[in-house]
């Protein structure tokens, strides 16, 4: 079982960077599909970006496109989204989750941590 932990949230004025990590353990992580989320308040949760375990990016919704990008480091298990030219509108609770390739939801998810954008 996979166990994935998010850091690198915080607080930063609008058209600042943050980089957050997703941090894995527990599994082949190499062998799963990965996603970044959020989730701010009153709001569903967002689908924000997914990489194949390749590292190729499969998705990055057109909210983000050109601000955040997602990349992995299979040999530090760890999963990345930068975020750059962050808008007050980005605030929100980000979230990693895992699943292998052929599974349709993602099985493992982090704690997440909270980022807050500033105006």
């Known amino acids: 079982q996979v166990r994935l932990v998010e850091s690198g949230g915080g607080l930063v004025q609008a058209g600042g960077s943050l980089r957050l990590s997703c941090a894995a353990s527990?599994?082949?992580?190499?062998?799963?599909?990965v996603g970044w989320f959020r989730q701010a308040p009153g709001k569903d949760r967002e689908f924000l970006a997914r990489i194949l375990k390749s590292g190729q990016i499969a998705y990055l919704a057109d909210s983000v496109k050109g601000r955040f990008t997602i990349s992995r480091d299979n040999a530090k298990n760890t999963v990345y989204l930068q975020m750059n030219i962050l808008k007050p509108e980005d605030t929100a609770v980000y979230y990693c989750a895992a699943k292998l390739v052929g599974v349709n939801k993602y099985e493992y998810w982090g704690q997440g941590t909270q980022v807050t954008v500033s105006s």
């Open positions: 527990g599994g082949t992580f190499s062998a799963y599909t």
